[in-house]
């Protein structure tokens, strides 16, 4: 689905002045507004918690977590919010929603416990399955990345900056692969040895879509587990900067179309002219 299809998908939320527009830019004010509460915990000394998936937890998450869906539910009160920190809303209340936003309050947990600046917060406008709507902060530098459906997408480099409009480049004749910091497995190795000649990029959290919508890297795999709240934001900053997030089926990713949280398998591309997918899978020689 092209940004075409997704400027059909959010007509409802646009009229003359483009409500999903206002709607993106209190969402980026919010966004940073979780990110300011997140460095203040990060200056200084934080406990750290295991949650029931071996996942870390910080006051940050939580801080982070309280001030976006606050302030979410006061911007949009008929819109129901769905948080990392607030998982366990029943498949039987969410599968009739046909809005709804995702959140991962801070993204990268573990490289924030790591003190390397790599975690991110990220808020996303689901529609009909689809994010319409992705914003992306990276709380340490003040990058905030943000795509809107038909619209494009946007870089400001720091607050207050005049956002610039981003886009994926052609892909290198070396490919730049953006690779997880803290996750990968001996398939992954292979499939991505397949490509060839190519240069691995380690980073962590959604900041790897962010440097494929921007054009400094060409790729992302991710096999193992992701859930929905780590890549929507960034797939529609990705989408929108001419790129795409498939599964391995060749088959955008989409969101609340099942009981598990759980994302497949993808690949986040940046050029489509390129068949990434054939080229990954491809058997041994």
Not at 83 to 91: L, M, Y
Not at 95 to 114: A, H, I, M, Q, S
Not at 124 to 151: D, F, M, N, R, S
């Amino acid at each position: 689905m092209g940004p075409g299809d997704q400027t059909a998908c959010s007509k409802e939320l646009r009229g003359p002045m483009s409500a999903l527009e206002r709607i993106a830019h209190e969402s980026r004010l919010l966004a940073r507004r979780a990110g300011a509460a997140i460095l203040e915990i990060y200056a200084g000394s934080f406990a750290v918690e295991t949650k029931s998936d071996n996942s870390p937890l910080t006051a940050a998450d939580m801080a982070s977590h309280k001030l976006i869906v606050a302030g979410l539910r006061e911007l949009t009160p008929d819109i129901p919010v769905l948080s990392e920190e607030s998982k366990g809303i029943a498949w039987d209340v969410r599968r009739g929603w046909e809005r709804y936003w995702l959140v991962d309050p801070l993204d990268g947990t573990r490289e924030f416990v790591k003190r390397n600046g790599e975690f991110t917060v990220n808020i996303a406008l689901i529609e009909h399955h689809v994010p319409v709507l992705g914003v992306v902060l990276i709380p340490v530098t003040g990058e905030l990345y943000y795509g809107i459906a038909g619209e494009g997408a946007f870089l400001e480099s720091a607050p207050g900056a005049l956002p610039q409009p981003i886009a994926t480049r052609a892909a290198a004749p070396i490919p730049v692969v953006a690779g997880s910091r803290s996750h990968g497995n001996e398939r992954q190795v292979a499939m991505l040895d397949n490509l060839g000649d190519h240069t691995l990029v380690p980073v962590g959290s959604s900041i790897k879509f962010c440097m494929v919508a921007r054009g400094d890297a060409d790729l992302y795999l991710r096999l193992g587990a992701t859930s929905e709240w780590d890549t929507a934001a960034a797939q529609c900053v990705l989408e929108q900067a001419g790129g795409a997030v498939l599964d391995l089926d060749g088959e955008p990713l989409r969101y609340n179309t099942k009981e598990s949280l759980l994302n497949p398998e993808f690949l986040a591309l940046g050029d489509g002219s390129i068949d990434w997918l054939a080229q990954l899978q491809a058997s041994p020689r």
